[in-house]
């Protein structure tokens, strides 16, 4: 069965760095789009980046564009969000998730992690 | 605009039909996909497309669309069906290739 686990989250100071992973395991990883959606404590979800499958395209929310990098390793089945410059609305649970379509984008994410806190406090 | 607009809260008797909307540009372009999310979970994806459900996601869940607004609509809702709900789409501000989500219904079940 597909599974996606997320780690990385913690407690960071503003101005500070962190990198997310996300393992993923029982479906062909290279095959796939992924992306990262975060959602801040009783807020709603929202989409943050998107790679293809292969890596050669990365698209970002324009909250995160210029601060945040999206990547992945499919030779290790895994996904990254480096996170640069955090700023405190950065704070949120963050989840990766699979597009559902083969090898191009859909926003259709059919399976999500269960997500990994990120919290940007002094 | 690049937004999705959905009403925050919609309520439904046990047994009846309730139908949750979302408005927005993208949608006259692109097809919205639905995500129920209960407390402490991630979400789940319950319609994506014209009108597709996923395996293990009940009959009683189905979508539809016209103009500017995708509906997600439960026939039959039953207490479990107690969730938030988020419509995503594409943006449509210009970079159809970012997404963007409503800000959630939170339906309760009577």
């Known amino acids: 069965q597909v599974q996606l686990v997320e780690s990385g989250g913690g407690v960071v100071q503003p101005g500070g760095s962190l990198r997310l992973s996300c393992a993923a395991s029982?479906?062909?990883?290279?095959?796939?789009?992924m992306h990262w959606v975060r959602q801040a404590p009783g807020k709603g979800l929202e989409w943050v980046a998107f790679?293809?499958?292969?890596?050669?395209?990365?698209y970002y929310a324009d909250s995160v564009k210029g601060r945040f990098t999206i990547s992945r390793d499919n030779s290790k089945n895994t996904l990254y969000l480096q996170m640069n410059s955090l700023r405190a609305e950065d704070t949120a649970v963050y989840y990766c998730a699979k597009d559902l379509r083969l090898g191009e984008l859909s926003l259709f994410l059919d399976y999500w992690g269960q997500g990994t806190l990120v919290t940007v406090s002094s | 605009s690049s937004e999705l607009t959905q009403d925050p809260a919609v309520s439904v008797a046990l047994g009846q039909t309730v139908r949750i909307t979302c408005q927005g540009d993208?949608?006259?372009?692109?097809?919205a996909s639905w995500y129920q999310q209960k407390p402490g979970q991630a979400p789940v994806l319950v319609i994506y497309?014209?009108?597709n459900r996923p395996s293990g996601i009940p009959d009683r869940f189905s979508g539809s669309s016209s103009g500017n607004t995708a509906s997600l609509t439960i026939t039959g809702a039953q207490a479990e069906d107690e969730a938030d709900y988020y419509c995503?789409?594409?943006?449509?501000?210009?970079?159809?290739?970012?997404?963007?989500f409503g800000g959630g219904t939170k339906l309760t079940v009577l």
């Open positions: 995503n789409s594409r943006d449509s501000s210009g970079n159809h290739l970012k997404g963007v």
């Open positions: 029982g479906f062909t990883f290279s095959s796939y789009g």
């Open positions: 497309g014209k009108n």
């Open positions: 790679i293809r499958y292969d890596g050669s395209n990365k």
């Open positions: 993208s949608l006259r372009s692109y097809y």
